[in-house]
């Protein structure tokens, strides 16, 4: 990045809005527990807040129509400081009508939704920008310093909250600033943003948004990337999963906690950042050599023991290590499977393919998370451990038998 500052300042860009989002978005759902129907409010916030994902296909759609990819992730950041502005005068009073509430939180959705867009629009530069052999090492990069920005946020909003408990509003305006200097670093850049997208249709349709979003789907398939999307989607599934019923155990059980409940989850999340951080710059020789179905029989291999644990109220390092161990494979993952998107995908596929891809696995954890409720609903939480330890070991028998047949057959 040194020798090509313009990606710095992109990523600089990036991390001042994830760290205004951060702060944001732990306010919002502050705020809705402050609502007259908290429950209700919560729930909407959670709701909404998977909307930009689902449309995020569309989006990508439109993002391939513009041709000055980084002008118009200018403009779109001005327009998102607009939005927290305008939504910091509505939050002055933080007992809002229900209406008012619901048009905050469309607000954030609304801003989400332009985030996408900018990603969108940035992804083809990144690939023009970052050569074949530094994709890795720029993914990995980026993954970390999202989390350190996720992180950042969260703790400014937390300690913004305890001195300041009802300034919504300071935050909005805070927010709107980091949208703004986002958009002063992206202007930093002088290299030329222009990409001209081939095959643009005249006109918005859903016909043509179909056959773009099959090319989409025929890259994913013809670039072998569908099976590695099928073990990410999994992934992302059984952590959903697992993350639900431990929520609930350490709820349940005091011999899980770390100090409190709230200083517990925090341990948890630093120990998956540590994770993460670890595996996305340390790669041994033996992990290289694994493909995805080996990769994925190891993290629920992870998973089972964590149950085990919980299941026999183990201590709580266990589950601790557990999570390192996880979040390394998946800090291992995530960059290599970006890095593979970008370099296989033509320029002008890149923004429908990524799109399509999160698509894909933003279904995942939802599925997840349901899969839990209904053991948590059916079952008392220690039989839901159960039947969570026998699908996982279940799913790594027959991920594995797999795994071994795919080796007999390339030796053969």
Not at 342 to 362: G, H, Q
Request: aromatic share 10%; with cysteine.
């Amino acid at each position: 990045m040194r020798k090509k500052p313009h990606l710095g300042s992109l990523l600089e860009g990036k991390s001042a809005s994830i760290i205004g989002s951060s702060l944001y978005n732990l306010a919002l759902l502050t705020l809705a527990s402050q609502q007259k129907d908290p429950a209700l409010a919560i729930s909407l916030v959670s709701l909404l807040g998977y909307l930009p994902d689902i449309i995020d296909p569309f989006t990508a759609y439109l993002s391939d129509r513009e041709e000055k990819h980084l002008k118009k992730g200018i403009q779109l950041s001005f327009v998102q400081a607009l939005i927290y502005l305008v939504t910091a005068i509505f939050l002055l009073d933080s007992q809002l009508p229900f209406a008012l509430f619901i048009v905050v939180v469309l607000a954030n959705v609304l801003s989400d939704i332009l985030d996408n867009y900018i990603i969108a629009l940035q992804n083809p530069l990144i690939k023009r920008w970052v050569a074949s052999d530094e994709l890795r090492l720029f993914s990995s990069a980026s993954t970390i310093i999202r989390q350190i920005c996720s992180i950042l946020g969260k703790l400014l909003g937390v300690f913004w909250l305890m001195l300041y408990p009802q300034k919504f509003a300071t935050l909005s305006v805070l927010n709107a600033m980091t949208f703004l200097l986002c958009a002063c670093f992206l202007k930093r850049i002088k290299v030329d943003g222009t990409l001209k997208s081939t095959e643009r249709a005249e006109k918005i349709s859903l016909k043509d948004f179909g056959t773009k979003m099959q090319r989409a789907y025929h890259q994913i398939k013809t670039t072998k990337l569908l099976n590695n999307l099928i073990m990410m989607a999994l992934v992302n599934f059984i952590l959903a999963s697992f993350s639900l019923l431990r929520k609930v155990a350490l709820d349940a059980d005091q011999n899980l906690h770390f100090g409190s409940y709230s200083q517990t989850l925090f341990t948890l999340e630093l120990c998956f950042f540590i994770g993460l951080l670890t595996g996305a710059f340390l790669r041994p020789k033996w992990l290289e050599a694994l493909s995805y179905a080996e990769l994925l029989v190891i993290m629920i291999g992870i998973i089972t023991v964590s149950v085990i644990d919980c299941l026999f109220y183990g201590p709580l390092w266990v589950v601790l290590l557990a999570q390192i161990a996880f979040a390394s494979v998946m800090g291992y993952l995530v960059p290599k499977f970006s890095a593979e998107m970008i370099e296989m995908v033509p320029e002008e596929e890149l923004a429908r393919v990524a799109s399509l891809t999160n698509f894909v696995l933003l279904f995942a954890p939802p599925l997840g998370s349901l899969q839990a409720t209904l053991l948590l609903y059916f079952f008392s939480l220690k039989l839901a451990w159960i039947v969570e330890l026998v699908l996982l070991i279940s799913g790594m028998l027959l991920l594995g038998y797999f795994v071994l047949q795919k080796r007999k057959e390339d030796l053969v």
